[in-house]
């Protein structure tokens, strides 16, 4: 009787999945790997339409679009963020009601502080500054980037930007950093700066490692992240849990690889060898 209860509850369950109305290719090939492994799941761009439907039901959210869309509406049925930040996810629930962030849950989008910066170990092979610019969006983040420090045996030298700070002066005031951990903050790294603002470290002389493989290819040195399919696999196994009646904890890609720019690495004069390009995840 105890081991046909979750399969009886996970049958009585669906899977919709919200997706935004002008999806990401991340989006739509995440979208694909999810209703493959789910054949019965249900999706849609209409909120409305997808949340009026009849019988129980967990939700997928794709993007943070799809999570805001979901959050706002009155229900009581798990969600689970994919594709969004921790700064974005963060952000999000802060603004909703406690009944509503306590049915939420996420996988995030970027690599842990952990693994980024055994990257940066990894990378210099020494003992090394990395520099740090945090805003009232990623305060949070602290802690575990100093935890990640210490286990990495790296120095750290942190700026908390005030509200409105141009982050590409801030650069100025991680005076002994060699290389910058960077964290999804829109407040710091944005669409609209990001270029400005990796050539300005470039100036320095100062590699950037973090958050995705898209800031690698606009000039960032290397990150760690997840591919569409990494992403799918453990989605996988939260949406089951989901299905199963448990609301799992949020967390950090289990899954991950990493994405080298060879001509920053070139021209900053920084050797990356065969280690540091396979460092992954111990499976995929």
Not at 45 to 54: G, K, N, P
Not at 134 to 139: K, M, S, V
Not at 196 to 211: H, P, S
Request: net charge neutral; hydrophobic share 50%; glycine share 4%.
């Amino acid at each position: 009787m105890c081991l046909a209860a979750p399969a009886l509850r996970a049958a009585q369950l669906e899977l919709r999945v919200l997706i935004g109305d002008q999806p990401t290719p991340a989006a739509r090939e995440t979208l694909a790997g999810v209703t493959a492994r789910f054949p019965a799941a249900v999706h849609d761009s209409d909120v409305q339409r997808l949340t009026s439907r009849a019988g129980g039901a967990v939700y997928a959210a794709l993007g943070v679009e799809a999570l805001q869309a979901l959050l706002d509406v009155d229900m009581d049925s798990p969600v689970l963020s994919l594709l969004a930040s921790s700064e974005a996810y963060r952000a999000c629930l802060l603004s909703r009601p406690e009944r509503r962030r306590g049915s939420a849950t996420a996988l995030f989008a970027e690599a842990s502080p952990g693994q980024q910066l055994a990257l940066v170990r990894l990378i210099y092979r020494r003992r090394v500054t990395a520099g740090v610019l945090l805003t009232e969006n990623t305060a949070h983040l602290a802690d575990a980037i100093k935890a990640a420090a210490r286990s990495a045996e790296l120095d750290l030298e942190f700026c908390r930007l005030e509200s409105g700070e141009n982050p590409i002066r801030a650069l100025g005031r991680l005076a002994s950093a060699t290389v910058l951990l960077a964290v999804p903050d829109r407040a710091v790294i944005s669409a609209e700066n990001v270029q400005a603002f990796l050539e300005a470290t470039y100036r320095r002389g100062m590699a950037v490692v973090g958050f995705s493989a898209a800031l690698v290819r606009a000039g960032a040195l290397a990150s760690v992240y997840s591919t569409v399919d990494e992403v799918v696999a453990q989605a996988t196994l939260l949406v089951e849990q989901l299905l199963s009646g448990q609301l799992p904890v949020m967390q950090f890609p289990a899954y991950w690889r990493v994405a080298v720019n060879d001509r920053v690495a070139r021209s900053l004069n920084i050797p990356i060898d065969h280690e540091a390009r396979s460092y992954a995840s111990p499976t995929r």
